[in-house]
């Protein structure tokens, strides 16, 4: 299969280099809307453990060989590649049932995924192949040993499989992360919509931008792949919480620990609060957003609202309003353009969502849909995958099970009244652990009490009001800065995250030693380390010459008291502590007037920096200021500058170099320690 679809092609996998067909006789997939043959796919003959070999002795060396920026500028470049591309997979997206605008949360929105990462890796993240975890952690009195937390990339292949309801950013969110990391994928999308997936990997890697073996492609069954994954190996699963069940007990998963992340079912709720009145602004944005994420993808989302959590007070006119919006929903093939709500993945989802529909329907009210009745306004209602929007009611939610356990994954959400703040938040737990709840109010005490208790039993919590209405990303937006994922039935996984992600797919690891050689594992100097004083001042070379260590020791300035009063005068900074020696000798922290902290910083500047123009470009900022010592008039300060690490930008011909700053008085006491973030040119100018 090419970048266009043909009449029943062959859904291919991508194998230790190549593209092949099952040997089977293949399972059809059908169009959502039309019931049509769209492919054909199957995996029987495939060498699964040769494709973690692949993966392990081709994919993983190249990819840990890279530096974070250099696997960034990978994603980046891949991004670009396919947003450039984003028509060809749009085009064949409605055959799985979504909308343009459910294809753009799943094409475009699993592309910016790529893009955000690409960014937050050369921002967040150093030019190097190792992360430092937290700070050293002296272990002797002496500085002689120390240790530092570390994380590297593990050594196995990450293992993804995913759910049908998103084809695109299902891939690309756990891609992301997995090669920034790197580590390769093999990935596995769910059958119903894996043509999609197919299509995207091929365009990928006929791209040649990432490295042979970084990405390989399951299309069917995953065989016996699984009995061969070793404790270096990820496995994340996102689909039902029976499957994900049964794959976390798998033998080898268990007999070699390996890491396993799981995102399953998952009953979110949206609560509304107490002061949201049908008058004011967070009503109206309450029901609408019910009704969006009831509707978008045709409520096939992991995040999507299953529960309406409302006032009992209010949940008549909560009822209404919903249902008034869900009447004017249009239903059909989602190429036609009036159509706000497609099918459903397939008509074994249909009748899946029947059935839980007739479960939850024991102890709620049907009051608006009939999900035996589609109403369209285009597609084939026979052939196709469709159902209305279904609303129920539980008048007496107390004791009922169903409805905090039953999910519905389509159109479908309840209704569920509560009587207080804790009513609300119980019903809201009762579902298990969840990937989302959101909150609608204006009332800071009620979402300071309801995000409390919620927070244990949610990956994420959305507060909506009316100040946030315009800019607010929604309740079922799971962004890549924030994590995605949640506890319980939930199933415990924190995908995304921004840089949490990434770590999921690394080892931490904590390395002990002498303060010398701990610099040189992490390339970081650490207090007790040698340093190399020159006559060459370090503010003199670019960083094709500047080394880790490299420091100067300056001459010391004694503090004075006009010192004091001028800098207090000079910037408005009046303190008692440094104006008036009887409240200064008051506090029990000072012996007497004592010098701005902000004096010492600026005194430490004029001890250490080289004033010439040189390769030293810019100070952009300071890390980790704290004052240790008071500084009294008659102080002598002298300044310790060390060459703390050194990170060159990969796209440009300076980077970014931080200094430890050490202060002394005249006792060796520090007085003050800091980072100075300096930028500096790889090369002197001639």
Same mark, same amino acid.
């Given at each position: ?23 089977? !006789? ?23 453990? #040769? ?5 392990? &002795? ?32 749009? /085009? ?39 992360? $430092? ?18 994380? &590297? =990339? ?22 992301? =992360? ?19 997936? !197919?299509?995207?990997?091929?365009? $990928? ?5 990432? =490295? ?26 996102? #689909? ?58 045709? #409520? ?38 009036? *159509? ?21 329907? /024991? ?37 009922? !099970? ?58 994420? *919590? ?34 995304? #995250? ?16 002498? =303060? ?19 006559? !060459? ?71 250490? *920096? ?77």
């Amino acid at each position: 299969m090419s970048a266009s679809l043909s009449a029943s092609p062959r859904v291919e996998s991508y194998a230790c280099g190549h593209w092949l067909s099952g040997s089977g !006789e293949g399972k059809p997939l059908l169009d959502a809307a039309t019931g049509a043959p769209v492919a054909q796919i199957d995996s029987t003959g495939l060498d699964f453990k #040769g494709m973690l070999d692949y993966a392990r &002795t081709r994919g993983g060396p190249q990819l840990r060989a890279m530096s974070f920026h250099q696997r960034a500028l990978l994603l980046k470049t891949l991004g670009q590649m396919l947003m450039a591309d984003k028509e060809v997979f749009y /085009a064949h997206s409605s055959a799985t049932g979504a909308t343009r605008t459910d294809s753009w949360i799943d094409i475009e929105g699993g592309i910016s995924t790529l893009l955000s990462y690409g960014s937050k890796g050369r921002r967040d993240l150093p030019n190097t192949r190792l992360l $430092i975890d937290g700070s050293p952690e002296p272990l002797s009195k002496d500085s002689t040993f120390s240790a530092q937390h570390i994380l &590297t =990339p593990l050594e196995g292949v990450a293992i993804h499989i995913n759910a049908f309801n998103f084809p695109c950013w299902g891939m690309l969110e756990k891609l992301a =992360p997995t090669l920034l990391a790197g580590m390769p994928a093999i990935i596995k999308p769910a059958s119903q919509t894996a043509y999609l997936t !197919e299509l995207m990997v091929r365009r $990928i890697i006929e791209s040649g931008i990432l =490295p042979d073996g970084a990405l390989q492609l399951i299309c069917g069954s995953v065989g016996d792949l699984l009995d061969h994954v070793t404790a270096q190996d990820v496995v994340t699963f996102t #689909g039902s919480a029976t499957t994900g069940q049964m794959l976390r007990v798998h033998p080898a998963i268990i007999r070699h620990s390996t890491r396993f992340t799981m995102e399953a079912d998952s009953l979110n709720a949206a609560v509304l609060g107490i002061d949201a009145t049908p008058d004011t602004v967070e009503f109206d944005l309450f029901v609408r957003e019910v009704v969006r994420e009831m509707t978008v993808k045709a #409520g096939q989302k992991c995040t999507a609202i299953r529960r309406v959590i409302v006032p009992r007070q209010q949940a008549d006119a909560v009822a209404s309003a919903i249902c008034a919006k869900l009447s004017r929903v249009k239903v059909g093939n989602p190429t036609d353009d009036q *159509v706000r709500m497609g099918p459903l993945a397939s008509r074994d989802q249909v009748r899946e969502v029947k059935d839980c529909v007739a479960q939850l329907r /024991a102890e709620a009210e049907l009051i608006c849909g009939d999900p035996d009745n589609p109403q369209l306004v285009s597609g084939d209602v026979e052939a196709g995958a469709f159902i209305n929007p279904v609303l129920l009611y539980c008048d007496q939610p107390a004791g009922r !099970e169903a409805i905090h356990a039953v999910e519905a994954f389509g159109p479908v959400s309840t209704i569920v009244p509560y009587e207080s703040v804790d009513d609300a938040i119980d019903q809201a737990r009762r579902g298990g652990g969840s990937l989302v709840a959101s909150v609608f109010t204006n009332n800071g005490e009620f979402a300071r009490d309801v995000v409390a208790g919620l927070a244990p039993w949610h990956g994420r *919590v959305m507060l909506g009001n009316r100040l946030s209405a315009k800019s607010s990303t929604g309740h079922g937006s799971p962004l890549p800065m924030l994590v995605h994922g949640g506890p319980g039935r939930a199933g415990g996984g924190e995908e995304l #995250g921004g840089i949490r992600g990434v770590k999921h797919y690394m080892q931490r690891t904590a390395v002990q030693g002498t =303060p010398g050689l701990l610099t040189s594992v992490t390339g970081q100097w650490m207090t007790g380390a040698p340093q190399s004083v020159s006559s !060459e001042h370090p503010f003199r070379k670019s960083l094709a010459t500047l080394e880790v260590g490299d420091a100067v020791l300056t001459d010391a300035r004694t503090v004075t008291l006009e010192d004091i009063e001028h800098f207090a005068t000079f910037t408005g900074d009046t303190f008692y502590a440094h104006m008036d020696a009887e409240a200064a000798k008051a506090n029990p922290f000072f012996d007497g007037r004592v010098a701005h902290g902000y004096l010492v910083v600026s005194f430490a500047a004029g001890l250490f *920096v080289d004033p010439a123009p040189g390769p030293v470009l810019a100070n952009y900022g300071v890390d980790n200021l704290r004052f240790l010592t008071p500084v009294y008039p008659g102080d002598a300060l002298q300044l310790s500058l060390t060459c703390k690490a050194i990170n060159p930008r990969e796209t440009e011909e300076h980077g970014e170099v931080r200094w430890d700053c050490t202060v002394t008085n005249q006792d060796a006491a520090v007085v003050a320690q800091y980072d100075v973030l300096t930028l500096v040119a790889k090369h002197t100018s001639e």
